[in-house]
């Protein structure tokens, strides 16, 4: 393949690794057939599976959202499109075609496809059908047009062949590279970027996830306004039948461009405030289990890499289960319990992804607190992904950056029923103190939770204290969150002795029988 080639991927048959190629959108295939896709094309499909055990309830609970994520599903190839739709309704039914566009400047050819396979299925969660993907080796992308204007009249025609809406770039482009390729290929031209920001708008659900995800979909928006000749003015001035009103009608005026600027400039403000405002309440939650001292085991990964599946299959949560990008974007948080008795609880975060847009990541930071707040972070990995080694750094990368580098990390590589005994050698290799769990199967559950316990940090300070009756509160918490080694009943009152954290010891120094 020379410097400048456009290849359509998995595809190429006159390549030398043209078989590869093959084998690669086969494995594919089977996986979708074994029901872990890396994407599924059209409408996503759940993960949800019935458990192997007879008569045992299903792990994944019930899933109320589910009929709210699917309540309007346009099916491809079934429906004749109406003249008179309007916008609303145009991008809420209808699929977008889309060519994906990808330029790599490093790594393999193989490298370079897998990130246009994971473009291909945040499309596809977003409502798109992939028709074609192309890819372009250069030393560095083309400034003005991204493709180089060459292989961009290529592309063109590709487009026009083939019947595309949307042409999607495999990475973010400036803005002058969107408008410069638009000019050339007559459709519309969007990023990775603009996909991620288009899925959470979909998938957001609660009042804060709303507003963090419009905040960073203006911060993306605002320096890629588009004005379009007069038609987008509103200075006036000039001669009565030219463009403006005649005199007494000149003035500094304001462009529409202008104007939108500063709405969304206005709009930002009020969004930052209304998450600032949000912000107590999280962390007086967050204050009041570690008052309990309740112990938080955060769950962390990739999307899609099974961790709602995973905290599901533990506790029974409920959570929706989609084979899609991004399903989970609310962090939510379920209590349990440790072999001993002891409570701590599992936050399901919103997952991570390769080039995740800065925007959102100082948008979801409140999300991400929960993670640096966190005693021990389960980091899930997809087993059976073609790159495991490129998710385990995306995540880490992430969540260093969210301040959680000294958490405690345990590393386990989810859907072990798809990965071969030659397979977990080398993802043993990757991460020697690893993990290999099922959230399908339930193999590996018990040997999470066993570890989970030793890493847990545990009461160790030793008291003996008479609680008054009328403060049985005390004795509950004890029970709950501390190790209780005796309990008599005296007529002053309970005599418990227990290990105790030293942030529980405080509020029982009153009661200290010593």
Do not use: C
Request: proline residues 4%.
């Amino acid at each position: 393949m020379t410097e400048n080639d456009s290849t359509s991927t998995g595809t190429d048959t006159q390549s030398d690794g043209s078989q590869d190629s093959v084998d690669r959108v086969l494995a594919r295939a089977d996986a979708r057939a074994s029901g872990y896709a890396l994407f599924a094309p059209g409408s996503a499909q759940a993960l949800q599976r019935d458990s192997t055990s007879a008569g045992q309830q299903n792990h994944d609970g019930d899933q109320f959202d589910r009929a709210d994520r699917q309540a309007l599903r346009r099916v491809a190839g079934l429906s004749t499109e109406l003249e008179d739709v309007t916008e609303v309704e145009y991008r809420q039914l209808r699929l977008e075609n889309v060519v994906l566009i990808g330029v790599y400047t490093q790594g393999t050819l193989t490298d370079a496809e897998n990130s246009l396979h994971e473009l291909a299925a945040l499309a596809e969660t977003a409502g798109a059908a992939v028709l074609d993907g192309l890819l372009q080796r250069r030393p560095t992308p083309d400034p003005s047009t991204y493709f180089g204007k060459g292989k961009a009249e290529e592309l063109a025609s590709v487009v026009k062949a083939l019947g595309a809406d949307t042409v999607i770039a495999d990475s973010e482009l400036a803005p002058s590279q969107r408008r410069a390729l638009e000019d050339i290929v007559k459709v519309k031209v969007i990023d990775r970027t603009a996909v991620i920001l288009d899925i959470f708008s979909q998938h957001a659900k609660s009042r804060e996830g709303k507003a963090q995800v419009e905040l960073a979909q203006l911060e993306y928006l605002l320096p890629r306004l588009r004005g379009w000749g007069d038609s987008m003015s509103r200075q006036a001035g000039g001669q009565v039948g030219g463009a403006g009103a005649g005199m007494g009608s000149r003035g500094p005026g304001e462009t529409k461009i202008e104007l939108d600027r500063r709405r969304i400039h206005t709009r930002m403000s009020r969004l930052r405030k209304q998450i600032a405002a949000m912000k107590p309440a999280r962390e007086a939650k967050r204050a009041n289990r570690k008052r309990n001292t309740v112990p938080s085991v955060a769950i962390a990964g990739y999307t899609n890499a099974g961790k709602s599946s995973l905290l599901n299959r533990i506790t029974g949560a409920g959570l929706l289960v989609e084979n899609s990008l991004f399903a989970t974007l609310d962090a939510t948080v379920r209590r349990t319990q440790t072999k001993d008795g002891r409570e701590f609880t599992f936050v399901d975060t919103v997952g991570f992804v390769r080039s995740l847009p800065t925007q959102l990541v100082e948008a979801f930071r409140s999300t991400l607190e929960e993670v640096a707040d966190a005693d021990v972070i389960v980091h899930v990995v997809d087993g059976s992904h073609p790159d495991p080694a490129s998710q385990l750094s995306t995540v880490r990368l992430v969540v260093g950056d969210a301040g959680a580098r000294d958490v405690p990390e345990l590393v386990v590589f989810n859907k072990s029923d798809l990965v071969s005994e030659s397979e977990r050698i080398v993802l043993r290799g990757l991460e020697p103190h690893s993990l290999f769990v099922s959230a399908r199967t339930g193999e590996g559950i018990a040997e999470l939770l066993s570890t989970l316990d030793g890493m847990l940090p545990t009461p160790s300070i030793e008291v003996d204290v008479l609680v008054p009756y009328d403060r049985g509160d005390l004795v509950s918490q004890m029970h709950q969150h501390s190790t209780v080694l005796s309990t008599e009943y005296e007529e002053g009152g309970t005599h418990v002795r227990a290990l105790v954290t030293p942030e529980f010891e405080a509020q029982l120094l009153e009661f200290s029988t010593h």
